[in-house]
């Protein structure tokens, strides 16, 4: 098929010791899945060469659910689009004690505080508009590291949360609508 790409062989052959037709489909389910997944490294990797590394996909991803520590704030720094920003509080919870699986012990919190800016137009208005503290909503975005300078003249570094959807899970859009 690709020239240049070792062969992979692999047998259909059914296994005699199997004793149902349901764990025969498994297996044979099995088989092909790890094969197909040896040709798609196969390819990917002869595929793969310097120039096309440079515009290889990734992922940047993050799903946060939490509620919201401030009111948003729209921003607009001269020359740029405006941003509207809140914070999200999220949180993790644990048991401690005799060990993970006891119902005994005590129930330890730690809360998480995340940036999110919003600069999708219509998303922006909205999230100014409807995001209130003490909401509870998911934001899907992606996660971004920059810098910036603050009142002082002094470069700090800020991880943000670029959100590309927010879904309100509060009532709080439903009282006021």
């Not at 998480?112 to 508009?129: E, I, N």
């Amino acid at each position: 098929m690709f020239a240049g790409l070792p062969e992979i062989r692999f047998s259909l052959a059914p296994d005699l010791s199997l004793k149902s037709p349901r764990s025969c489909l498994r297996s044979t389910d099995k088989m092909l899945r790890s094969a197909s997944a040896q040709i798609f490294r196969q390819v990917v990797r002869y595929r793969s060469t310097d120039t096309s590394l440079i515009l290889e996909r990734s992922i940047n991803r993050v799903q946060l659910l939490g509620r919201v520590g401030q009111d948003p704030v729209m921003r607009q720094v001269e020359g740029r689009n405006p941003v509207t920003i809140f914070s999200l509080a999220t949180n993790e919870m644990w048991r401690s004690g005799d060990g993970e699986m006891s119902p005994t012990g005590d129930i330890s919190q730690k809360t998480t505080w995340h940036r999110v800016s919003v600069f999708k137009p219509g998303l922006r208005d909205v999230a100014y508009q409807y995001v209130k503290k003490g909401s509870r909503i998911l934001v899907e975005g992606k996660l971004d590291y920059g810098e910036y300078v603050d009142k002082n003249q002094v470069r700090r570094q800020a991880t943000t949360i670029i959100a590309d959807n927010i879904v309100f899970l509060s009532d709080n859009i439903r009282d006021r609508t």
